[in-house]
């Protein structure tokens, strides 16, 4: 081991031989920087390039201004004494690499070799040794050993593939993400998937498309070796030398089936309904746009129906949204059953439903499939702890004999649809250009309809109640007509429909049943000979939660006695929620109030429930009066009404006589009430009063007595 002179210092000068001018040349005009130094780190001799690497004007300035090479050349002094140690062990150093300051206070990388210069006896004079600036080395291999953990770390797949289209790399993301071992990928042709779920030839084909343009991206789809399916994003770029020759492709890939999931997700919430999985209106649109393209070359037709469920809003109110949300489902699977394959089904929203028929023959086919539709809904809805009966009103329009667009075909099968609901019994309309013109006015009507009710345009009109066993007038119906500006007297089947649509009927019905109290006590006052008088409740009316408290006032306010007043209703009205109707009804029944079935025989299970109901009086509906005298089924069903009705202990009233001789039928049945244009026309009240009046002085014989 070289030994170190124990009086040594930085001052002493070790001469160096400079008897040969080229060795002085080298030193002088050497690239590499050249240096002697004391053992205790002070500058003996250093060449022009290293001052200039070390940021000095000359070799003079560098000695003068680095004394202590540990302290103000090394970043990390330990570096210093580490090259000591080698010297002192070695002798020499070989590409001894540190991080040093320039004279700036900027730092670089240098790489040293280095030696002891020793005397006779074996002790240390100096170091002396050659410095080289690795900085764009240190620089290159920290970027290289970067790209290494990138490549380790990276969360997409990366294959690095060479010019022959061998694998060279796999990164661990690509094993994780395809399930491909390293071992099945290095040397071998590149492959995404497990053998024989890739199509032949694919990876070839992607390399020689990048090949041309530099690069190629697109999506996959792939099999891991589990058989599991994933979607894969795929890059290739081409990596070339400075010669533009192709020397590898780069292959990155990235899972994204998570987010296939997603936008499939989102482009399904976009287009179906959630509740019924049906495609929802904006898709309903597009189907429909694409429906009609389709028949244009082919001159084809096609119909659209459009579906609206009969007192789906009762069904909410009275049952709760999951009861509805449960119809809702049941009524979209039922409809699916009863399509076509071609056909569409869709949920247009709320309780509405659309149905798209291609390549319709005629407009009887088009009746067909709403017979079909209505067939299905013949059975009972099965809801959470009830059974219901609901049927559709349906309207259908055709391309192109209606119209030529999805918004025209959409908006005319809309307008059939609300005939059909207009329309009684019928439960499907084929529209018609005269629904278009129905339809305007019926604008016109909602408008002047929100006035009519500020403006107090309605007026009452009353039509009697007959009694065949007395030959008198007992009762009378209290029926609204709207005093139009216009002058026209409109009736309730042309405004009370509109007014339930638009929420209105609840101020025209309490505005109603206020004017016939009010008539009815001013009446009685007055002596009229009547034993009472009925108004009709709407079926919204009848499930406002208010009504009850609204009878009471309004008998309160009056003065009417509550057995003087008679509520009739619709068994429509009361089969929605038989449960709530029998809580209402018996409510308006402790009022002391009388209670009348409407239009009875037109609604559903009418005999099943009509025990549960506390109510006085059956009117029988003017559909079985009209034909009774001529027709038996009629009679039979009449008398059936009958005798039920007196087993039960209600009275019945028959409406829409209009004929001797069906008065003759109903009273040889034992009808004993009847109202109808044979007895009395509606009148305005004082026209209706003295009419009574007159009858009470000259007694009228309707019928001849037995």
Not at 46 to 52: E, K
Not at 545 to 573: C, N, Y
């Given at each position: 081991?070289?030994?170190?002179?124990?009086?040594?210092?930085?001052?002493?000068?070790?001469?160096?031989?400079?008897?040969?001018?080229?060795?002085?040349?080298?030193?002088?005009?050497?690239?590499?920087?050249?240096?002697?130094?004391?053992?205790?780190?002070?500058?003996?001799?250093?060449?022009?390039?290293?001052?200039?690497?070390?940021?000095?004007?000359?070799?003079?300035?560098?000695?003068?201004?680095?004394?202590?090479?540990?302290?103000?050349?090394?970043?990390?002094?330990?570096?210093?004494?580490?090259?000591?140690?080698?010297?002192?062990?070695?002798?020499?150093?070989k590409d001894f690499e540190a991080q040093i300051y320039r004279r700036d206070g900027s730092t670089i990388w240098i790489e040293e070799n280095a030696r002891c210069v020793q005397d006779s006896t074996g002790c240390i004079l100096y170091y002396e040794g050659m410095v080289t600036d690795i900085s764009a080395r240190k620089a290159s291999e920290e970027q290289i050993r970067l790209l290494a953990t990138v490549f380790e770390s990276v969360s997409d797949g990366i294959l690095v593939i060479d010019r022959e289209l061998i694998v060279c790399a796999a990164n661990p993301a690509f094993t994780n993400i395809t399930g491909l071992l390293s071992s099945d990928l290095i040397g071998q042709a590149p492959r995404l998937s497990v053998a024989g779920f890739e199509e032949r030839g694919l990876i070839e084909r992607i390399c020689g498309l990048a090949d041309e343009t530099g690069h190629w991206r697109g999506e996959l789809g792939c099999v891991r070796p589990d058989y599991q399916p994933f979607a894969a994003w795929v890059s290739v770029t081409t990596v070339r030398d400075p010669d533009g020759k192709t020397e590898f492709f780069v292959l990155a890939c990235s899972d994204i089936t998570d987010r296939k999931r997603q936008e499939d997700r989102i482009r399904y919430q976009a287009n179906f309904d959630a509740l019924t999985n049906l495609p929802n209106r904006r898709f309903l649109h597009e189907q429909l746009d694409q429906a009609i393209r389709l028949a244009i070359p082919e001159k084809k037709r096609l119909a659209v129906a459009f579906l609206d469920l009969d007192r789906f809003k009762q069904i909410n109110d009275s049952l709760g949204h999951r009861a509805g949300d449960a119809l809702l489902k049941q009524v979209a699977r039922r409809l699916r059953s009863a399509s076509r394959a071609t056909d569409i089904v869709g949920r247009y929203g709320g309780d509405e439903f659309v149905?798209?028929?291609?390549?319709?023959?005629?407009?009887?086919?088009?009746?067909?499939?709403?017979?079909?539709?209505?067939?299905?809904?013949?059975?009972?809805?099965?809801?959470?702890?009830?059974?219901?009966?609901?049927?559709?009103?349906?309207?259908?329009?055709?391309?192109?004999?209606?119209?030529?667009?999805?918004?025209?075909?959409?908006?005319?099968?809309?307008?059939?649809?609300?005939?059909?609901?207009?329309?009684?019994?019928?439960?499907?309309?084929?529209?018609?250009?005269e629904m278009m013109q129905q339809s305007s006015r019926r604008l016109d009507i909602e408008h002047d309809l929100r006035h009519a009710i500020q403006r107090d345009e309605f007026v009452m009109h009353y039509q009697s109640k007959f009694d065949f066993e007395t030959g008198r007038v007992v009762g009378a119906e209290g029926l609204v007509r709207w005093n139009h500006p216009s002058g026209a007297l409109i009736s309730p089947g042309e405004f009370i429909p509109i007014a339930e649509e638009t929420g209105l009927i609840a101020q025209?019905?309490?505005?109603?049943?206020?004017?016939?109290?009010?008539?009815?006590?001013?009446?009685?006052?007055?002596?009229?000979?009547?034993?009472?008088?009925?108004?009709?409740?709407?079926?919204?009316?009848?499930?406002?939660?208010?009504?009850?408290?609204?009878?009471?006032?309004?008998?309160?306010?009056?003065?009417?006695?509550?057995?003087?007043?008679?509520?009739?209703?619709?068994?429509?009205?009361?089969?929605?929620?038989?449960?709530?109707?029998?809580?209402?009804?018996?409510?308006?029944?402790?009022?002391?109030?009388?209670?009348?079935?409407?239009?009875f025989g037109t609604g559903y299970s009418s005999l099943a429930y009509l025990k549960r109901f506390p109510i006085d009086t059956l009117k029988i509906d003017r559909s079985f009066v009209h034909e009774v005298a001529s027709n038996a089924t009629d009679t039979a069903i009449i008398d059936t009404i009958i005798g039920l009705a007196s087993s039960l202990g209600f009275s019945v009233v028959a409406e829409g006589v209009e004929t001797i001789e069906q008065a003759l039928v109903l009273r040889e049945h034992n009808c004993r009430y009847a109202q109808g244009y044979l007895i009395c026309r509606p009148l305005p009240a004082a026209t209706f009063a003295e009419s009574i009046q007159d009858a009470a002085r000259h007694p009228r014989q309707v019928l001849p007595e037995r």
């Open positions: 081991m070289p030994k170190t002179p124990p009086d040594a210092t930085e001052t002493e000068v070790f001469p160096v031989s400079d008897d040969d001018g080229r060795y002085r040349s080298i030193f002088e005009n050497a690239v590499e920087g050249i240096y002697q130094t004391t053992v205790h780190g002070g500058y003996l001799r250093v060449n022009p390039a290293l001052a200039r690497m070390y940021g000095y004007d000359s070799p003079d300035r560098l000695i003068a201004g680095l004394t202590n090479i540990a302290t103000q050349l090394y970043v990390d002094p330990q570096r210093r004494d580490d090259f000591a140690d080698a010297m002192a062990r070695d002798g020499v150093v149905m798209i028929f291609p390549n319709i023959n005629n407009n009887f086919s088009g009746s067909f499939l709403a017979e079909k539709l209505l067939y299905s809904f013949s059975d009972p809805f099965q809801l959470p702890e009830r059974e219901l009966f609901c049927a559709p009103s349906i309207g259908i329009a055709f391309y192109p004999d209606d119209a030529d667009t999805a918004d025209g075909l959409i908006r005319c099968a809309d307008l059939a649809m609300y005939h059909t609901k207009r329309s009684g019994p019928r439960r499907y309309t084929l529209f018609s250009e025209i019905g309490e505005l109603t049943l206020r004017k016939v109290c009010e008539q009815a006590q001013a009446w009685r006052k007055a002596g009229l000979p009547l034993e009472g008088i009925a108004v009709n409740l709407s079926p919204r009316e009848f499930h406002d939660s208010r009504i009850v408290q609204l009878v009471r006032t309004v008998l309160d306010e009056t003065g009417l006695p509550p057995d003087f007043l008679e509520l009739e209703l619709t068994e429509g009205a009361m089969i929605v929620d038989i449960d709530h109707a029998v809580d209402t009804l018996r409510r308006l029944k402790s009022i002391g109030v009388r209670l009348a079935i409407d239009d």
